[in-house]
């Protein structure tokens, strides 16, 4: 029996802004480390994420009914084609509803290499968006 490899903790690399498109508030995020999008996932059998994205104007809400969230992923780093591995279910507070669009989701690892981006809709067209993402990695 070979001993698991113990568990890696990984926050992405924060986004300062990125800016829903004009096609109906959009969004393309791939989610990095360091500057890398792709992650060596060889030694793990699952990834726990933690998702937020939020306006970072206080005038500005999260309509959760309309706002849709999805994680994708780059199961082969050497071919681009981006596959939907799951949509995000927002957690809504009894409170503050629609200050921050926060979900969280477990996966089984799909490669031994990963990459992975967050893809929406349903947010204000042209509105800044800040997103914070981590993954917890375990055998």
Same mark, same amino acid.
Not at 74 to 93: F, Q, S, T
């Given at each position: ?7 890696? &903790?990984?926050?992405? %690399? ?14 393309? $995020?791939?989610?990095?480390? =360091?500057?890398?999008?792709?992650? =060596?996932? &060889?030694?793990? %059998?699952?990834?726990? !994420?933690?998702?937020? $994205? ?10 959760? %009914?309309?706002?849709?969230?999805? !994680?994708?992923? !780059?199961?082969? *780093? ?6 939907? $591995?799951?949509?995000? =279910? *927002? ?15 477990? !996966? *089984?690892?799909? /490669?031994?290499? /990963? ?5 929406? /809709?349903?947010? =204000? ?15």
């Amino acid at each position: 029996m070979t001993p698991s490899s113990p568990p890696r &903790h990984v926050v992405f %690399d924060p986004t300062p802004e990125i800016f829903a498109t004009d096609a109906n508030g959009s969004i393309w $995020l791939p989610l990095q480390v =360091e500057g890398q999008s792709v992650l =060596e996932t &060889h030694a793990f %059998d699952e990834v726990r !994420l933690m998702i937020s $994205l939020w306006y970072p104007s206080s005038k500005r809400t999260i309509d959760l %009914d309309r706002a849709y969230l999805e !994680l994708r992923g !780059l199961i082969d *780093p050497n071919d681009e084609h981006w596959c939907k $591995l799951a949509e995000i =279910e *927002p957690v809504v507070p009894a409170y503050d509803a629609g200050k921050s669009f926060d979900g969280w989701m477990v !996966l *089984p690892i799909f /490669s031994t290499r /990963s990459a992975f981006g967050l893809a929406g /809709s349903g947010f =204000e067209p042209r509105a800044r968006l800040q997103a914070r993402v981590s993954a917890y990695f375990v055998a």
